[in-house]
Every structure is written in C-alpha cells, then in structure tokens.
C-alpha cells in the first residue's frame, strides 16, 4: 500500500505516477476498527516521513524519476 504525502494543488485522480518503494513500514493486520486502522496508517505516514528525512534517503525527495511522469498518456505536472 503506497501513502500520498505530497499535498498536490489539483486533482490527480487517473494521473500516472512514478513510484519507488525505498522501505516497509509494517505488515498488513485485520483490524477490529476503522480508528485502530486510522490511528496506524497516521503513525504510518510519521515513520515515512521520519525516514525520508534520513541523509541516506533525503536525495529521493528531488530526483527527477518521481517529480515528473514522461510516459504514454501524459497529462501534465500535477505535483506543483
């Protein structure tokens, strides 16, 4: 399961994305309650951007492969 952390100004519903899986976090559960789910994937997104934050991954944040998508059926840079 990939999180979104970037805020994008514009709608990017069926945007192609390019994606690059640097960890794992944690494994999947069966939870009893949406709020025990809700509660995980917010300290989730606190370990990811904990990590990204990490000098061995800080380069990821710019690098040209996940900014901008060059592929078929491109619709434009919605990540700005």
């Known amino acids: 399961e990939v999180h979104i952390?970037?805020?994008?100004?514009?709608?990017f519903y069926s945007a192609h994305m390019n994606l690059l899986i640097l960890g794992f976090i944690r494994p999947e559960y069966d939870y009893v309650s949406?709020?025990?789910?809700i509660e995980d994937i917010r300290s989730?997104?606190?370990v990811a951007?904990?990590?990204l934050?990490?000098?061995?991954?800080r380069c990821w944040?710019?690098?040209a492969y996940l900014r901008v998508y060059e592929g078929e059926g491109h619709g434009g840079d919605v990540g700005r």
């Not at 952390?5 to 709608?11: E, G």
């Not at 949406?34 to 789910?37: D, T």
Request: hydrophobic letters at 30%; a negative charge; aromatic letters at 8%.
């Open 34 to 37: 949406k709020e025990s789910l």
């Open 5 to 11: 952390l970037h805020a994008f100004t514009l709608d």
């Open 61 to 63: 944040r710019e690098d």
């Open 53 to 57: 934050e990490r000098e061995a991954w």
């Open 49 to 51: 951007r904990r990590s």
């Open 44 to 46: 989730d997104i606190e």
